[in-house]
């Protein structure tokens, strides 16, 4: 007998599969979003270089490490998967909260003052209400994000579709 083939190697419509991990960059901080903002300080370059880059970054570059590290042991992740979004503690299995992909009528990225440096931003996610039910704070590239969030939820809500209706059919 032959085996069936999956249309998306890896992911199955009866169960529950990663499709994505982000990590917030340290603009998801209010410390990180001031070190971002002294960084864009000064907009005039030199060479191509912004002078604050020249004058600030190495003073906050051991700051930023340290943010970074911390995050790394008490902070978060963001987990996509073919049935939900999660925000997770960065280390462990500890879901902190999740938002099935059928709640979410609409994904905005709002860049927050000090983000601009770590070309990251807040992903906001939107019931059908227009309550946001999630923020993902300081993801970076986060536009990568939001169309991975939208086209995944629009393949769920397909699959589910497909699914009543074929559970829907009468056997011949």
């Known amino acids: 007998m032959p085996q069936k083939v999956q249309?998306?190697?890896?992911?199955?419509?009866?169960?529950?599969?990663?499709?994505?991990?982000r990590y917030p960059s340290i603009a998801a901080t209010g410390l990180g979003q001031f070190l971002g903002d002294v960084l864009e300080m000064v907009p005039v370059k030199i060479w191509g270089v912004k002078i604050s880059y020249l004058l600030f970054g190495l003073a906050v570059a051991p700051l930023a490490v340290l943010i970074y590290a911390v995050q790394k042991i008490?902070?978060?992740?963001?987990?996509?998967?073919?049935?939900?979004i999660g925000r997770w503690a960065s280390l462990g299995t500890t879901m902190l909260q999740s938002v099935p992909l059928a709640d979410i009528a609409e994904v905005t990225v709002?860049?927050?003052?000090g983000q601009e440096f770590y070309d990251a931003g807040?992903?906001?996610?939107?019931?059908a209400k227009?309550?946001?039910?999630?923020?993902?704070r300081g993801v970076p590239?986060?536009?990568?994000?939001?169309?991975?969030?939208l086209e995944t939820?629009?393949?769920e809500v397909q699959v589910?579709?497909?699914?009543k209706v074929i559970a829907a059919r009468q056997p011949v």
């Not at 008490?74 to 939900?84: H, P, Q």
């Not at 709002?110 to 003052?113: E, S």
């Not at 589910?160 to 699914?163: E, F, G, R, S, V």
């Open 160 to 163: 589910q579709l497909t699914q």
């Open 130 to 136: 227009g309550d946001p039910v999630m923020v993902l």
């Open 153 to 155: 939820r629009d393949a």
């Open 110 to 113: 709002d860049q927050q003052h």
């Open 141 to 149: 590239y986060p536009e990568i994000l939001k169309a991975n969030i």
């Open 7 to 21: 249309p998306i190697a890896g992911v199955h419509s009866s169960s529950e599969c990663e499709i994505a991990v």
């Open 122 to 127: 807040d992903v906001y996610l939107i019931n």
């Open 74 to 84: 008490i902070g978060e992740r963001y987990v996509l998967t073919n049935r939900s």
